[in-house]
């Protein structure tokens, strides 16, 4: 059985404006149907607008879609009952784009890190902080950064509470929904090694969702192509994006290959482990 599976989604916003009826129906998800094997990372690729951070919502369990159903661990998020979907959201946990909104400005990095702790957990406050500092020595922070507050880490730092947080319960799912779009590139490139460290060892599944084609390359196993709100293409492995023939995968080619001459050679880093190299960042 696959982790998640989502079978022939639909989803379309309500208009706001007063005349609903004139309004042509804005659909953002037609169809959607596929599926996202345990340990696997699934890459959902797509250009502003096509609907991706729709889709995550929809798994996410926060954007009931109007048609379909998404099964996690075999049980439909939207219809179980109220002790299922506690578990279900402990195993199903979300890293967004922008570090700094994601967290409370007036919360240490502890008390980021272990909001979801105290939502699932009975541990005492020694427990609670040690389990808090092998979570920042995991993610390359350390004790020392415990009483921060957010602006007094980079963007790079505070995705790295996000992780820290996102990881605290040890889930079976996180969707990364644009989460290193905004980092400058050597600090990409460390949280996505982090990322796959992260994968590795424990087990983790991740919906990486992102427009950027060659952060997608680094970290997923199979390749989903999201194109106005359809999944134009999903290739079990990735390598089949570079031999399509659908237009607009070849026209997303044709992008990053004129940016990027030699990016066919493109190949993930490997050696230096993250930890080694991520402490100034
Ligand atoms: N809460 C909302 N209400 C109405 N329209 C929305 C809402 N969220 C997103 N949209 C619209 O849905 C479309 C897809 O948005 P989104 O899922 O954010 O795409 P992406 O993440 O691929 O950029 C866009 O046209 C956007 O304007
Ligand atoms: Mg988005």
């Known amino acids: 059985m696959s982790l998640l599976q989502v079978k022939e ?6 208009s706001k404006k007063l005349f609903k009826w004139k309004e042509p129906l804005n659909k953002v998800l037609s169809n959607i149907s596929f599926s996202i ?8 690729l797509g250009t502003s607008g096509a609907g991706k951070s729709t889709l995550g919502k929809v798994i996410l369990g926060i954007q009931r879609p109007q048609q379909g159903q998404v099964l996690f661990q075999g049980y439909d998020i939207y219809n179980s009952d109220k002790h299922t979907q506690r578990k279900l959201r402990r195993d199903l946990q979300v890293v967004f784009q922008d570090s700094y909104s994601s967290v409370n400005p ?17 541990l005492s406050i020694s427990e609670k902080r040690r389990k808090v500092i092998s979570l920042l020595e995991r993610v390359g922070l350390s004790e020392k950064d415990l009483k921060k507050y957010p602006h007094q880490f980079s963007g790079g730092q505070l995705q790295r ?9 040890k889930p079976k799912l996180i ?13 990409q490139r460390l949280i996505l090694d982090l990322l ?3 994968k ?5 599944s991740y ?6 084609i060659k952060a997608a390359f680094s970290i997923s196993d199979s390749l989903g192509v999201l194109e106005k709100g359809e999944l134009i293409e999903f290739y079990h492995s990735k390598d089949h994006f570079f031999s399509s023939e659908n237009p607009v995968v070849k026209q997303m080619r044709n992008s990053i290959l004129v940016e990027h001459p030699r990016f066919r050679h493109f190949r993930p880093r490997s050696g230096v482990t993250n930890k080694e190299s991520c402490q100034n960042i």
């Open 37 to 44: 094997e345990e340990g696997t990372c699934l890459g959902l």
């Open 175 to 187: 969707v990364l929904d644009e989460s290193v779009s905004s980092l400058d590139m050597v600090t």
């Open 207 to 212: 919906l990486f969702i992102t427009h950027d």
């Open 9 to 14: 989604v639909n989803h379309s916003y309500d």
């Open 161 to 169: 509470i996000n992780i820290a947080r996102a990881i605290s319960l």
């Open 106 to 122: 007036r919360m240490t990095a502890e008390r980021i890190i272990s909001e979801p702790l105290e939502n699932y957990e009975k």
């Open 196 to 198: 796959r460290e992260l």
């Open 200 to 204: 590795d060892d424990f087990g983790l």
